[in-house]
Every structure is written in C-alpha cells, then in structure tokens.
C-alpha cells in the first residue's frame, strides 16, 4: 500500500531526538528551529516527559470518558494555575482542528445562533467548520462550502466596527489567532483584540482564541491573547500542548454552561496523553519555560533586526518571522542541506521560526551565525554567476 502523496517532504529521515537537535538515520545532527511545527516546548525526548509516559503506560493507557479519570482534573488544576485562567472549565479534545470545532460548535450551541467572523489569512484547522474558517480556498471541500462564515480583513478595526453595526447581532463567535502562523506570523494588535472583546460583550458572541500556534507560552505569556490584556471566552490548544503526543483541549469561560452529549470524544483525555500534557506543564513550571521564551525570543529578534539580506522580522517570543527577498529565495533550502538547520515557512516568503522554549543561548547563536553565513554564500555565489 503506498501513503496517501498530500505532503511535500525533504528527503530526511530522522531516527533520533534530544533537546533542540534532531538526527538523521546517518548519524547527521540538525538544530531543529521548526520544532516540529511549534509543537516541541519542552525539548524532544525530555526526560521528565520520557519518564512520565512510561509510568503511566505501565499502569493504564486508556479508558472510556464512561469513568472517571482523576488525572484529567490534575491537568485542569495544573493547567488554571499556569494560564491564569482559574474558573475555566476544560474540555480535551485531540488536536488543534478539533479543538476549533468544539470551539465553534459549542459557541452556536450556546449563543443559539450561526454566524461566524474569521479573518484574512487565518488558518484555524482542517474539519468541516475549522475549515471553513480557514483563508484557504484550496483546503476547503465543496461540502464545507457555508454561507455561515464571514471573513473580514484582520487587523482592520474600521472594517469590523462597521460590520457589527448591521450584522452584529447574528454573530454566534469572533475566531482570532493572536499571532497567526500559517499566514506569515502577523501579530493582532491589542486594540484589535480588545475591540473583538466589547463586540463580543455588546453582542452576545463569544470570543475564540485560537491558541493552537502561539499558545502554551511560546509568544513569553500562557496565551497571546493575554499580551493585550483581554479574557477570551474559549481558548483552543493542541500542538505544545503534549510536546508531540497528539492532545488538544478548550478552556471554557464559566459562564458558558455544559450540558450532556452536547460535546464528546473516544480519545481525548486519555490517560497516557494526559500523563504527557502534565509532564509538560510540570517541566514549564520547573524550567521557567514561558519567561524564557521571552528572553529567548527578545535576543532572537533584536540581533535577526540587525541581520542586513532578511526584511520585516516580526513576532513574539519564540514565534518569531521574517521575509526573504527573492535574490536569497533559497535560503530555507540552504539552511537544511548545507548548514543542517530546520525552519518553518509560511508561503510565499516566509521563514518561521518555532524552537523548543527550551533552546539555549547558545543555540540560539548556533542559528544567527548560520543564518548569516548563509546568506553571504548565496549573495556571493550570486554575484559569480552575474
Ligand atoms: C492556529 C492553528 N489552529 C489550528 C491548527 C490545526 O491544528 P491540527 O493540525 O492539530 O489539527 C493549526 C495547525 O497548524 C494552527 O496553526
């Protein structure tokens, strides 16, 4: 049986993980400033994480939500004493399209209305309603296809005032990535988040942050969101979540009431992913991962800043972007092959940067010496050619 192709896929294999560096099936070392897609937070293969999964998986992996779970409510304790948010209520889901869709499902449920508002550039996940919040024509099916979301143009707060005053009303939920990823590191600026709060209050619509990407510390504070000073209603999370065991979750305002059978799973909330999302949670405490983000972060923008060849670096700690000029448009390329280095991308000039909040100064530095390096070798190898 051959893999379903929906991947373009560098010829990698790697076999091997540890901190920020990954290896190859030869022994060949990269530093891993992708981490995996934002999901890496505490490291790959961190020892307390190893430890903890294994523990768990000797005593029980899984059982039905039939039952109760009691490491479900330790993640929850842990969970309101990190993020803040101390009367939310949890819901855990898998990954970060479910989490949407719970989002988006549960916010109908409780306004009793269809609409809802997503912005240009937004990429919210890849189930029938998170996509058809998705900016992607190419990712949504004929079937997702629905009159009931409406994309207005993010950042652009004249536009979404002027929307309000006719369809207001009609609006069951605000979906906002406070840092978009997939759309090129955009930061939403706070008076944006904080004219989507009023609205939401003055319309009963409920405020989604999409947490998936910049949450769970990476931008320096628990959720993006919070650098604007505003509480969502729902915050969605997935990918740092679990370090790379799959898990997601919604934090619930309380006055968003539950009711059986309105939301379920098979899978979320299992034991063994539990175990991970706590292991995680107990070596960001520990680590003072979310204030080294922010160190971290700080040093990685203010030096790329002064980096001559790169434009436009941008972003909150470690959720950092930066365009590439066409004359040095293989430079994500030559990072991999030649200096043994992953980044993210966003298209069509994007470089993404997603380490483990855990990278070291020195790691950080390994980077900007490459980054550097490299670019002189294309500027140089280009002016040969000329
Ligand atoms: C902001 C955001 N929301 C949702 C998702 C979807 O998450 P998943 O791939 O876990 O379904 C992503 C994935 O990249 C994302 O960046």
């Known amino acids: 049986m051959k893999l379903f192709d929906v991947y373009p896929i560098n010829d990698i294999t790697i076999t091997k993980a540890q901190g920020s560096y990954v290896w190859d099936e030869n022994g060949v070392q990269y530093l ?10 505490i490291g790959h293969t961190h020892p307390h994480w190893v430890k903890r999964i294994e523990e768990q998986l000797e005593k029980i992996a899984f059982y039905s939500n039939s039952v109760r779970i009691p490491i479900q409510q330790q993640l929850a304790e842990k969970l309101s004493k990190l993020s803040g948010k101390e009367d939310y209520q949890l819901f855990l889901v898998n990954s970060g399209a479910e989490a949407n869709e719970n989002a988006l499902k549960l916010a109908s449920f409780h306004t009793g209305k ?43 707060e004249a536009t979404l005032k002027t929307y309000f005053q006719t369809k207001g009303k009609d609006v069951a939920a605000i979906i906002v990535e406070a840092i978009q990823g997939v759309g090129g590191i955009n930061v939403a600026s706070e008076s944006f988040l904080q004219l ?80 991970a999302a706590l292991a995680v949670l107990e070596v960001m405490e520990d680590e003072k991962l979310i204030e080294m983000a922010k160190q971290r972060g700080m040093y990685l923008i203010n030096r790329l800043k002064t980096i001559d060849g790169i434009q436009n670096v941008r972003g909150r700690g470690l959720m950092i972007g930066f365009d590439v000029p066409e004359e040095i448009k293989d430079l994500r390329k030559k990072l991999l092959y030649d200096f043994n280095i992953f980044t993210g991308e966003a298209k069509p000039n994007v470089i993404r940067l997603l380490p483990s909040l855990a990278i070291t100064r020195k790691q950080a530095d390994e980077f900007l010496d490459a980054l550097q ?3 002189a070798e294309i500027k140089s190898a280009s002016e040969v050619e000329a």
Do not use: W
């Open 373 to 375: 390096e490299a670019i």
């Open 196 to 275: 989507i709060r009023r609205l939401c209050d003055q319309n009963n619509a409920v405020f989604i942050a999409d947490s998936v990407q910049d949450g769970y510390g990476r931008s320096g504070k628990f959720f993006a969101h919070d650098h604007a000073g505003v509480n969502a209603d729902i915050y969605t999370l997935a990918k740092g979540m679990g370090n790379g065991f799959p898990i997601g979750g919604i934090l619930i305002a309380p006055h968003i009431k539950p009711k059986h059978h309105m939301l379920g799973t098979t899978f979320g909330g299992n034991h063994l992913a539990c175990a």
């Open 32 to 41: 891993d400033m992708y981490g995996g897609h934002a999901v890496i937070s």
């Open 114 to 156: 269809k609409k809802i508002v997503a912005f240009s550039k937004s990429f919210h996940g890849r189930t029938s309603l998170a996509v058809a919040a998705t900016d992607n024509p190419n990712l949504v099916a004929p079937v997702n296809e629905t009159e009931n979301v409406d994309f207005l143009p993010f950042n652009d």
